[in-house]
């Protein structure tokens, strides 16, 4: 067993650094907004990173995107900003989908401007009323002729009112159908989500009307949750990796503050309980960080086959995050707790980590259905 990672995924982890060192000056005034800070997409579209989403013959990097890869990028930028995290892991989520099941017009028109993050993508599933039991949403595809018509509406929605192409669920008969659909289509309004405890890029989304050429399904009509699935055995575990950056970026400002703040005539590294904490912190991190290599290094292979890996992964490295972080803040003291300061901005980056993407009670239930389905159970 080879634990080292390969030259070209170190490299790759080397080109996110250097992203991170170009975005770390506006990482504060970016992960206060809820719309795309220009200087973050201009260094993301710089460093060529979101060329690991899409495949090599439209300006990608691998022959096919890459889990390991993208968890690696994923682990860097979250450690350094979640608004360029996001940016970054939604040209894949939101464009995946059409490397797989898309056209070939399709793929030439679309995946090379993903590539370049010339054109953001953005994935919309959820409803008002329906987060986890995606079967229970409304939004309607009607077909009239050789056209189709969408209507319906989508909440928090990452991207909105951000992207050039949303990949849209919705009901279709008596099946789902998963719809590419251009950002500027006559139809479509974006409000404003609430404003959740980490800003982020969403907003509210309504379809009325949206006429759309019947070549926009992507795939089979009725089977848009395959493609669904597929998106997920590539990207889930690339949250597990984002996880254990966020981890590991609050364990280092712990370290930082507990070897220069002095108290009790010595560092508060040097503190029992202080000591013990740091030492719990790096071992939970290191465990994540295990499975989470392991369960992208699955996907690679096999996205749809390794699906329990990666939820897994996510699972223990979300729920990973919100102790180390809750950790790194008591060790701080009242400097944990200033607003702005990047302790406490991983502190509420953390905790959304455990609801999207699979909340983590969700994610028990299938890797308990796996355990049940493997026994004969």
Not at 338 to 353: C, F, G, N, T
Request: aromatic residues 6%; charged residues 25%.
């Amino acid at each position: 067993m080879n634990f080292k990672l390969d030259p070209a995924y170190a490299e790759i982890q080397e080109q996110a650094r250097a992203c991170a060192r170009e975005i770390e000056p506006v990482a504060v005034e970016a992960d206060e907004m809820s719309q795309v800070h220009p200087g973050v997409l201009e260094a993301l579209r710089q460093s060529g990173l979101s060329r690991l989403m899409v495949p090599k013959q439209f300006g990608g990097v691998f022959e096919k995107p890459d889990p390991l890869a993208i968890c690696l990028v994923r682990e860097v930028l979250m450690g350094t900003s979640a608004h360029a995290d996001s940016l970054f892991a939604l040209q894949g989520i939101g464009s995946y989908a059409i490397t797989v099941a898309g056209s070939d017009e399709q793929r030439e028109r679309w995946l090379p401007r993903v590539a370049m993050a010339e054109d953001l993508a953005a994935l919309a599933l959820t409803e008002l009323e329906t987060g986890s039991d995606l079967k229970a949403l409304k939004t309607r595809i009607t077909a009239q002729g050789d056209s189709l018509r969408l209507d319906g509406d989508k909440s928090f929605i990452s991207n909105a009112g951000a992207a050039a192409l949303y990949l849209v669920l919705a009901r279709e008969d008596e099946g789902y159908t998963l719809l590419l659909v251009p950002g500027d289509s006559p139809g479509i309004s974006v409000s404003p989500t609430p404003e959740i405890i980490a800003p982020h890029v969403l907003g509210e989304m309504r379809f009325d009307n949206v006429k759309l050429p019947a070549d926009a399904r992507l795939g089979e009509p009725g089977r848009g949750f395959d493609l669904v699935l597929a998106t997920l055995g590539v990207f889930r575990v690339s949250v597990a990796g984002a996880a254990v950056g966020l981890a590991q970026a609050a364990l280092d400002e712990a370290l930082r503050h507990t070897n220069e703040r002095v108290q009790f005539g010595r560092p508060l590294a040097r503190l029992g309980a202080v000591s013990q904490m740091l030492a719990d912190c790096a071992t939970e991190i290191e465990m994540a960080r295990l499975l989470t290599y392991k369960a992208a290094s699955e996907a690679v292979h096999d996205p749809a086959a390794s699906l329990h890996w990666s939820s897994m992964a996510k699972l223990a490295a979300s729920e990973m995050a919100g102790r180390v972080v809750d950790r790194c803040v008591q060790m701080m003291g009242r400097f944990g707790l200033v607003r702005d300061s990047k302790i406490e901005r991983l502190y509420r980056q953390a905790r959304p980590m455990r609801i999207y993407e699979g909340a983590s009670e969700v994610l028990r239930q299938s890797i308990a259905k796996q355990l049940h389905q493997s026994t004969g159970q």
